[in-house]
């Protein structure tokens, strides 16, 4: 098999959805961060997501986004057609997201392996990627579920982890999952990653629709059924929709599933960012961590005796003097400034925005 | 004689000159400090000057400014007639600008006795003010050159210092200088103000036109001769006007003028600030040193957790989130980001967009 080949019958799913709050005021609710050119490669996050799987998935995707994204999102992804934008009529957490993709799929492919990866994250590696997916849809064919461990690479208390068990008979590459475990303080990680057996959690699940599906109905049977449903006769989403469960895929199958040995994972090897906020965005830019890293036109930043990340959005020279870590976002009808410490607090900015109905500008 | 009354014959010079290039990006080349409101009352800081002087000198003003900004000076002090307001052909430094006010109230006044005040400090007890000038008036009439000595509030090394002599016969309030010295480092500093028995130098000076020009006269008596030959006939300005030193008041006739026992000071007890940079102008607007301050529409800035400085003059909203002591300064087609401490080395920015000849900016 040729590593550059497409994968038969794989579907990529692509969920497009959060705010993206603690990116302010470049990310906004009318334009989420991933719309957006956060590396400074040309291309939007949602676009980078699609150039990584467009070579294994070929023409076989589907994009889940809310109502407000969806002509950004076709827009954005111009060789998809209409029918690949699922819209939702309403944000119900990514259960409801990826598993109407998957009730379609199934419906649709019998044959189908979907993989779901989110719209927002940032992987360079292209082929350390594709590899992984090739040994995940191998083991997604075995009817495991299956989701991609990312390395740690700090001691991170902002993500999940996934305990690795035994390999898998079978399939190699891929281990059992002995459990997922959620975001554990600093302390508790770095005895993670003293054993080498566990992977951060980035949510990348690759599965057959229909053990998706069943696996949904052993622990949420109304809430597969009705995924089903509205499979079966598109024309119950308005009525069904707001009956699903608002719960993230992890806790309503990947949690339970793990426990009952129905999870394995391909331990990744590639660079991963999820972008949460604008430190995150600065070590992904600069992985050196010295000077300032400028996403834009660097022409316009003028900088003295300073370091950080400088986002010059509005055609305006932009000077910092005299500040380490700093991060300064100029868009033309807000600026930010902050230091790449505090850039989680960005979000307190965008509540207190949102209290004073200053909408135009969340 | 009532405390409101004007001065006889008392003459406000006001040498409006200096780029303020420390206040970048408020103050620029083509507008510099003098011409705007840096503290929110509405006036510029030369507005504000022409108001603290106008109970003592009534109409008898003389402002000297550069050519590229007499038409700005004429227009925020409508109140002066054109020729009130001299336009110096080129900068040549402060002993040449207030020289030739001096010469031409000379000429025009035979009791005339001037009082030169900057335009771009901040003197806010106008009535302090006004009778520290009084008593400078009083000796300035018994052939004095009168400065007025401002008691430190911290031992600032960015001052020159007035090292107070004996009680001036005659005039109580005034004393003797025994001499200006230099700027200090902070530790001398300490020690002058330990003493008790020293004032920063203002370069605020009362003095009759005539003993002005006699005490130029000793020490350079060309430079001298030139201003009052141009007095007895301006068609000399542009020929002469070029050929005199480019020197300090200070240094020119101050200093040798102290040591030769002919200056005099009035110990005054008023606030003063010239407004060198953004953290003086951080200071002067909230002496608490908490909280954020901002100079300009408030209701454009969020903050969190910070404080500092913000000035909000392009429109836009102004986010701040963790740092303290920070300096933001918003304009239309430059942003600033800085801290209180490190608000000296704003030079620095303008010096690099000079040299990368980005003059529309500075």
């Known amino acids: 098999m040729a590593a550059n080949r497409s994968i038969d019958n794989f579907w990529a799913v692509i969920p497009a959805g959060g705010a993206g709050t603690r990116l302010w005021p470049l990310s906004r609710a ?4 991933f719309l957006h050119d956060l590396t400074g490669s040309g291309m939007s996050l949602l676009q980078e997501t699609w150039a990584r799987l467009a070579p294994l998935a070929e023409e076989r ?27 939702e009529p309403s944000p119900r957490d990514s259960m409801a997201a990826i598993g109407l993709a998957a009730a379609l799929l199934e419906r649709d492919d019998p044959d189908a392996v979907m993989g779901s990866f989110a719209a ?21 064919r075995a009817d495991w579920l299956v989701t991609l461990g990312i390395e740690p690479t700090f001691p ?24 997922f475990v959620e975001k554990p303080s600093t302390d508790v990680a770095e005895g993670y990653l003293a054993t080498g057996a566990y992977r951060w959690n980035a949510g990348m699940f690759v599965v057959r629709p229909g053990v998706l599906l069943d696996l949904l109905a052993r622990w949420h049977p109304e809430f597969a059924a009705a995924l089903r449903a509205i499979a079966a006769d598109v024309s119950l989403l308005e009525e069904l929709w707001p009956t699903l ?28 960012d999820d972008v949460g906020d604008f430190d995150s965005l600065a070590g992904l830019l600069d992985r050196s ?9 660097s022409s316009l930043v003028r900088v003295f ?11 305006r020279v932009v000077a910092v003097v005299g500040l380490d870590d700093v991060v300064v976002v100029d868009t033309p009808d807000a600026l ?11 979000k307190e900015i965008v509540a207190g925005l949102r209290d004073a109905d200053r909408h135009d500008l969340t």
Chains 1, 2 share one sequence.
């Open 305 to 315: 005796e300073s370091s950080g990340l400088v986002v010059p959005r509005s055609g």
């Open 61 to 87: 995707f589907v994009v889940v986004t809310g109502r407000a994204h969806r002509a950004a999102v076709t827009e954005q992804l111009p060789s998809l057609g209409p029918g690949a934008v699922l819209a």
């Open 156 to 179: 991170s208390s902002a993500f999940g982890y996934i305990h690795l068990g035994e390999d898998l008979p079978g399939v190699t590459g891929a281990r059992a999952v002995r459990a």
């Open 30 to 33: 009318g334009a989420p961060k």
């Open 289 to 297: 961590g010295a000077g300032t890293t400028v996403l834009g036109d």
């Open 245 to 272: 469960p608002k719960i993230a895929l992890d806790h309503a199958i990947a949690e339970p599933a793990a426990e009952a040995g129905r999870v394995a994972v391909v331990p990744a090897s590639f660079a991963w």
């Open 336 to 346: 930010l400034v902050t230091t790449r410490e505090r850039a989680q607090q960005v």
């Open 120 to 140: 927002d994250h940032v992987i360079a590696d292209h082929e350390a990627f594709s590899e992984s997916v090739r040994v995940a849809v191998d083991a997604a």
